[in-house]
C-alpha cells in the first residue's frame, strides 16, 4: 500500500464559494437522535470533519448537540468544521427559504453553514407535512415555484453571510447544467449518489470543467443488494492491499476527485471508513474498467421522494 494518510486529510478548495470541503465526510441519515448523537460523537474522535445533514432527517438537533459538545472540550474548532444541510422540497418557495435555514441553524447551534444544498429538485406542496400525498398516495407537487426561484433565494442567504456555499442534490446534469447557466453564482457542491456501481463519469467530467466539487452518497452501496463491498474486484483488491472492501471503495472515490459521504452506526465502520489509504493506480483502472454491473439504488433522482428515508 502506498503512503496514504494525507488521502484522509484531503480537502477540496470550493471554487463557488467559500472554504475547502474534506473529502472524506459523514452522512447523519440515521433515524435515532441517541444514535444519530453517539454516531457523531464517534466520527469527530476518529477523525472525521465533514458532516452532512438534512431538514428531512428531522435530528439536526442531535448532530448539534455532538458537535456543540467537541466545541466546548476545544478538542475541534469550528473552523475545522464542513457542515452542510439542505433545504427539503416542501420549502422550495422562496418566502419559505430563509426561515427553513434559519431553523437549521437554530437545530443546529451553529453560525454558519459551510454549504447549503437544495436536497433535490423537486417542490412538494408547501407545507409542515414532509411527504405530502393524496388519497391515492400520490406525492402532491408543487407547480407553484420553479428551481431556479429556489436557487435566487439561496443566493440571497450567502449574500446575507451565514451560508458559506450553495448546491444541489439528487439532480440530473441536465437540471444541474439548467442552474450553472442561470445562477448568479455557480453551485459548489452536486450531491447524488455515486460509488464502484454508478461512477457517474459524465457529471464528474462536468463538475471538473466548472469548478463543481462532486460529493458521493451511498459511497459503500448503502449496504444494499448487488453489494458493491461484496464486488470481486473490490474484495480482491482489498486483499492485495491489506485494506478492508469499504475502504477500497472510499480510496477510489477520493482518487478520482470526488468527496464522498457513508454512514455508519458501528464505531469499528466509522474508524474503518476514515482510515483510507491511497491505492496503486492499477486498481483504480482495475475498478473502472473490471466492474460491469451499473446500477442506481436511490430513486429519488427520479421522483424526489428519498428512497433511503423512511415515511413519517
Ligand atoms: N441527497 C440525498 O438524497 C441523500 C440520499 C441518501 C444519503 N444521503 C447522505 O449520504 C449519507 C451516506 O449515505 P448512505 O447511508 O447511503 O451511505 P453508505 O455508507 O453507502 O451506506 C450505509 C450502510 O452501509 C453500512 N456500512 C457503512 N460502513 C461500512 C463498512 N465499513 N463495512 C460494512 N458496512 C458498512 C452501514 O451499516 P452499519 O451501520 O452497520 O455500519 C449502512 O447500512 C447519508 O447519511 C446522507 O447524509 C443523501
Same mark, same amino acid.
Given at each position: 500500500?502506498?503512503? &496514504?494518510?494525507?488521502?484522509?486529510?484531503?480537502?477540496?478548495?470550493?471554487?463557488?464559494?467559500?472554504?475547502?470541503?474534506?473529502?472524506?465526510?459523514?452522512?447523519?441519515?440515521?433515524?435515532?437522535?441517541?444514535?444519530?448523537?453517539?454516531?457523531?460523537?464517534?466520527?469527530?474522535?476518529?477523525?472525521?470533519?465533514?458532516?452532512?445533514?438534512?431538514? =428531512?432527517?428531522?435530528?439536526?438537533?442531535?448532530?448539534?448537540?455532538?458537535?456543540?459538545?467537541?466545541?466546548?472540550?476545544?478538542?475541534?474548532?469550528?473552523?475545522?468544521?464542513?457542515?452542510?444541510?439542505?433545504?427539503?422540497?416542501?420549502?422550495?418557495?422562496?418566502?419559505?427559504?430563509? #426561515?427553513?435555514?434559519?431553523?437549521?441553524?437554530?437545530?443546529?447551534?451553529?453560525?454558519?453553514?459551510?454549504?447549503?444544498?437544495?436536497?433535490?429538485?423537486?417542490?412538494?406542496?408547501?407545507?409542515?407535512?414532509?411527504?405530502?400525498?393524496?388519497?391515492?398516495?400520490?406525492?402532491?407537487?408543487?407547480?407553484?415555484?420553479?428551481?431556479?426561484?429556489?436557487?435566487? @433565494?439561496?443566493?440571497?442567504?450567502?449574500?446575507? &453571510?451565514?451560508?458559506?456555499?450553495?448546491?444541489?442534490?439528487?439532480?440530473?446534469?441536465?437540471?444541474?447544467?439548467?442552474?450553472?447557466?442561470?445562477?448568479?453564482?455557480? #453551485?459548489?457542491?452536486?450531491?447524488?449518489?455515486?460509488?464502484?456501481?454508478?461512477?457517474?463519469?459524465?457529471?464528474?467530467?462536468?463538475?471538473?470543467?466548472?469548478?463543481?466539487?462532486?460529493?458521493?452518497? @451511498?459511497?459503500? &452501496?448503502?449496504?444494499?443488494?448487488?453489494?458493491?463491498?461484496?464486488?470481486?474486484?473490490?474484495?480482491?483488491?482489498?486483499? =492485495?492491499?491489506?485494506?478492508?472492501?469499504?475502504?477500497?471503495?472510499?480510496?477510489?472515490?477520493?482518487?478520482?476527485?470526488?468527496?464522498?459521504?457513508?454512514?455508519?452506526?458501528?464505531?469499528?465502520?466509522?474508524?474503518?471508513?476514515?482510515?483510507?489509504?491511497?491505492?496503486?493506480?492499477?486498481?483504480?483502472?482495475?475498478?473502472?474498467?473490471?466492474?460491469?454491473?451499473?446500477? =442506481?439504488?436511490?430513486?429519488?433522482?427520479?421522483?424526489?421522494?428519498?428512497?433511503?428515508?423512511?415515511?413519517?
Amino acid at each position: 500500500m502506498a503512503t &496514504g494518510d494525507a488521502l484522509r486529510h484531503k480537502r477540496i478548495p470550493l471554487m463557488h464559494g467559500t472554504g475547502a470541503m474534506p473529502a472524506v465526510g459523514f452522512g447523519t441519515l440515521i433515524p435515532d437522535p441517541i444514535v444519530t448523537m453517539q454516531a457523531t460523537k464517534t466520527a469527530l474522535e476518529v477523525g472525521f470533519r465533514h458532516f452532512d445533514c438534512a431538514e =428531512r432527517y428531522r435530528n439536526e438537533a442531535a448532530v448539534g448537540d455532538a458537535m456543540q459538545a467537541a466545541l466546548k472540550t476545544g478538542t475541534v474548532r469550528r473552523e475545522d468544521l464542513f457542515v452542510t444541510t439542505k433545504l427539503w422540497n416542501t420549502n422550495h418557495r422562496p418566502e419559505r427559504v430563509k #426561515p427553513a435555514f434559519d431553523a437549521s441553524l437554530r437545530r443546529l447551534q451553529l453560525g454558519y453553514v459551510d454549504c447549503y444544498l437544495i436536497h433535490t429538485p423537486f417542490a412538494f406542496r408547501p407545507g409542515d407535512e414532509q411527504d405530502p400525498r393524496d388519497q391515492h398516495g400520490r406525492v402532491i407537487y408543487d407547480p407553484g415555484v420553479t428551481l431556479i426561484e429556489t436557487w435566487c @433565494a439561496l443566493e440571497r442567504l450567502v449574500d446575507d &453571510g451565514r451560508c458559506r456555499s450553495i448546491g444541489l442534490s439528487d439532480v440530473t446534469l441536465e437540471k444541474l447544467q439548467e442552474i450553472v447557466w442561470a445562477g448568479r453564482i455557480k #453551485p459548489a457542491v452536486v450531491q447524488v449518489e455515486s460509488h464502484p456501481y454508478l461512477p457517474e463519469w459524465e457529471l464528474l467530467d462536468f463538475c471538473r470543467e466548472h469548478g463543481i466539487v462532486l460529493l458521493a452518497f @451511498a459511497a459503500v &452501496g448503502h449496504g444494499m443488494s448487488p453489494r458493491v463491498l461484496d464486488d470481486p474486484v473490490i474484495t480482491s483488491i482489498a486483499q =492485495r492491499v491489506h485494506k478492508t472492501p469499504s475502504q477500497v471503495a472510499l480510496a477510489w472515490a477520493v482518487q478520482r476527485g470526488t468527496a464522498f459521504l457513508t454512514t455508519s452506526t458501528s464505531p469499528n465502520h466509522i474508524q474503518e471508513n476514515f482510515e483510507i489509504s491511497t491505492l496503486p493506480e492499477v486498481a483504480m483502472q482495475e475498478i473502472r474498467e473490471g466492474i460491469t454491473t451499473k446500477v =442506481r439504488l436511490n430513486t429519488v433522482v427520479e421522483t424526489g421522494v428519498p428512497g433511503f428515508i423512511p415515511r413519517a
